[in-house]
Each structure stands twice: as C-alpha cells, then as structure tokens.
C-alpha cells in the first residue's frame, strides 16, 4: 500500500484517543523509520504512554491506525519481533518470587507456544541476554533483591531475549540514579549500533537523551516536532517553550559522549 | 500399616488430605501473587451456599438426599468464580470489590437455605470446620480426578500462568489469550475449594491456599521454588495436622491450620535471622 514499507518499522496514521471527554492524543501521524533512535519526549499527561501502547496494541485508539512493520496492528502476529519496557517495569510487585532467570525467560513465552517447553536452547538466549545487559551474575537472585537499575537491566533483557527488531522503552530511567542511568543510555546506545535495531525511547529526559538518539519527536497530544537530533537541538529553544509553555532550555550532560 | 490408618473412614480423610495438601498451596502460589488471597474466602463462602441447596433439597428428593453435597457446592462454586471474574470486568477500577459481593451472596443464600432447612445439623458443622471421620470413598475418588485435572492444567498451562501474574501486559504482548485462561484458572480454584473443604472446612480453606505461600514466598529463591515449598509446607501441615487431630481428638480443620500458623511463623523467624540478602547496587 506504501512503497517505503520496507523501511517503515512503525506508521501511525491520524490516530486520535480519548478517555471519556478527555482528549489525549488528537490526529496523530508519524513514520519511524527502521535503524532509527527515537527519543519520543513531551511534558506529564502529554499522551506518550497512550500513544505506545496504542502502537502496541493494547490500546485501541477510537481513530486511525498504527502499522507495525507494514502490517495493521490488531492483524500484526510476529510480537516476537518486538520487545517493550513499560513504565510499570519501575513499580511492579517487588516481593514476587522470581528469579532475573524466570523474568528474563518470560519474554521467550510468545515464541515457544502453547504447551510447549523451554528447551536448552532458550535457555541459551536466556543467558546470552543477561549477558548482554551485564546482569548473568545475578541470575539467580529475586528480581525484587536487585536494585532499581538492576531490576530495568532486567526487563531490558526480557525485552531482548527474543532477538527482537524493534525496542520500545517507556520511560525506563524513572527511579534510577544518574549513574546508573548514564550507563543504561550507554547500553541502549551500544545496542542500537551493534545490532540495528529500531529503538524508541519515551522520556522527559530531554538533556540527555539527545546525546544518544538519532532523531525526536515531541508530544503534546499532537506531534509538534519530529525530525534527526540536530534538527531539534538548532529549532529546540522556541519548539520546547513554545511546547512545555515556558522558560525550557536543554540542557546538555556531555560526560556521555565517547 | 499405621494404626491410625487401619480405618477406611481414616485411610480416606489421609489420602484426600494428602491430595489437599498440594492442591490447594500450588494454586494458592498463583493467587497470592496476582493479590486475590481473598478470592478463596469468597469461593469457600459460595460452596457452603451449594452445600446447604443441597441439603434443603434433600429433604424434598430422595435424589439430592443420596447424591454427595460436594458436587452441588463445586456447581456454585465455579459459578461464582465466573460471576467474579464478571464483576471484575464490570467495576474495573474497584476490582476488589467482586469478593465480599460474592462472599455475602454466598453467606446470604447459604443462611436462607440453613433456615428453610430448619437449622444446623451434623452435616454442615463438618463442612463448616471440616471433619476427618465424614470424608467418604466417593470424595476421594472426587478428589483424585479434580488433581489429575488440576496437575494437567498447571504443567502444561505453567508458562501462562506465570507470565499472567506477574505482568498481564507482557502475556498479551506474547499473544497469550489472557481472558479464557483466567477464567478457567478460577474454575479450577473453586473446584479445589469444594474438594478442599471436607478436610479444613469451608471456614478455613483460604488458610489452605494462602498460608504456606506466605511461609514460602518470604523463603524462596524463584517462582518454582515457591510453588515446591507452598507444597511441602501444605503437606507437612496436613499430615501433622491430621495426625494431631485424630490423637488429641480435635477438629481437623483447625489444627491444621495451627500447624501452618506454626510453619509461618518459622519462616518469618529464619528471614529475620538470616537477614536481608538485599544484593549491591549497580
């Protein structure tokens, strides 16, 4: 139906959600190419999440459509092919009694089926995700024992057990500490570059997550701004106080530039 | 063989509480995770409804006087944990609020019942407190295909099950058809506090379910590890319990539930002295 497909891992087209009377996302469109960095920022209550999960499926949005990988999204099949990192990653039940083994192998559930096993093999991919967020020491310990950018480090390996395409991040440096949270975008970065993947990260973050996107999008219940970082850092001045309001400037943590 | 054992009436109290045992602690670890403990207060409640149905209409047909009280209180029962996992859908923002609806239909319908039925006899106090001399060969045989039905449905379901409690947006993320396999979650909860209830009582079956997972989940290293631990707690309980029950001549019911106040209270002493095992940070 579209002749950049191939290079399209997500369109939204004119999508619009509202709760009640409430508006929260109002004639949505946009493209996210494939092997891009998105970094999708806009102030409290701006409809990021909605918009996610609207991408994801597990929002219906009362208009338009969202194509994932060319495909409509409720006729969409290969989940495998993505991995998601929800804001309810930093407040989950932390007295469940899993082990970072149990959690990371939940993300492997969708490919093995119904009545079916993990075989040695996953269990392979298991290990080689924790490896890959350098959490296979902890394997064995409780989820709820780690601390919070060790928990994140966690559902980031559940998202990327199943080798998938496309990484969707909401929000996942909520609750962890600037240290940690360099380190986090650093691995995202690596990842990104290492293995092509198409990853779109939800922040408010605005600083820091321009040192390591390729491109932003700005929400409000509409997209203000979507175009490559620099882009936005030339046009960021009066895009974010025209966005957020007021008096916005970004700010720049350089420490994280190699 | 035992003494203890050398009754029929004994050989079945053991077999069905050994069967008990497992059943009720290894659903109990997916409900407590998913915080629903209370959801077996509310199926045991509905049960005593089925029960004492039964036993009204027993004395009106020679039919419900022969046929076992229990598949009446398994009928209600499931139909109340589907009537639950309704309301849930209905009050989506009180979801909690499904219990004590249920629970006080439950006890509403049972009182009702009771009354028309001119009161209390023999028979209910047993299925209130349980009883190990009113547990039959039929119940047994009961028991034994609800845990064949139930072992099949957590093997094979275990995946699911797993990823449903711990974050239900994951598991539809996998394509897990989330709605059937909760509702038939719940069936087999109520099914098993139905088969649960000669042996603990109506009034203490959440005990059954809840309290050796409250001993495990503070211990366990995993989710597996939970589910093995609820078990043996379960079993060590029912045994003992039983075993108590039969020689100091108490009810069943509440010595066993003494025995896992016990296993609790154990575990919460062995964390404490064992420490927080908090691991570094990052």
Redesign the interface.
Known sequence: MNNNIGSIAIRVDDLSFHYGDKNVLQHVTMEIKKGSFLGLVGPNGSGKSTLIKCI?G?QKPQEGQVYLFGEKVNKF?D?DK?G?V?Q?ANS??T?????A???VS??L??K?G??R??KASDKNKVWEALRSVKMDQ?A???IG???G??QQ?IFIA?ALVSDPELLILDEPTVGVDT??SD?FYKMLKELHRENNMTLVLVTHDVGVMTNYVTDVACLNKQIHFHGNTKEFEESSSENMSAFYGHHVHVLHHDHGHE | MLPFLKYEFLQNAFLTGIMVGLLAPVLGVFIV?R?QALIADALSHITLAGIAANLLLGKWSSFFAAANPIYMGMAFSVGGAIFIEQLRKVYKHYEELAIPIIMSAGIGLSVIFISMADGFNTDLFNYLFGSIIAVKRSDVWTVFAILVVVLLFVF?MY??L??L???E????????RSNWILVAFMAITALVIAASMKIVGILLVSALMTLPVAA??RI???????IWLSVLFGEISVIAGMFLSYYLDLASGGTIVLCLVVILCLSIFYKKFTGS??????
């Open positions: 994801l597990l099949n989940w993505v998601y929800s309810k989950f039940n007295a469940f009694p899993a082990t083994f149990e959690v939940m993300g559930f969708g093995v119904l009545f096993f993990l902890y064995y310990q409780n024992e780690l601390s950018g060790q480090r559940r240290e940690s380190s | 995770v915080r094979f995946k699911e797993f990823v409690s711990f974050d947006e994951q598991g539809k993320l996998s394509g897990i495990s989940i366990a290293k995993g989710f597996k590890q939970a095992r908090k691991v570094g940070h990052l």
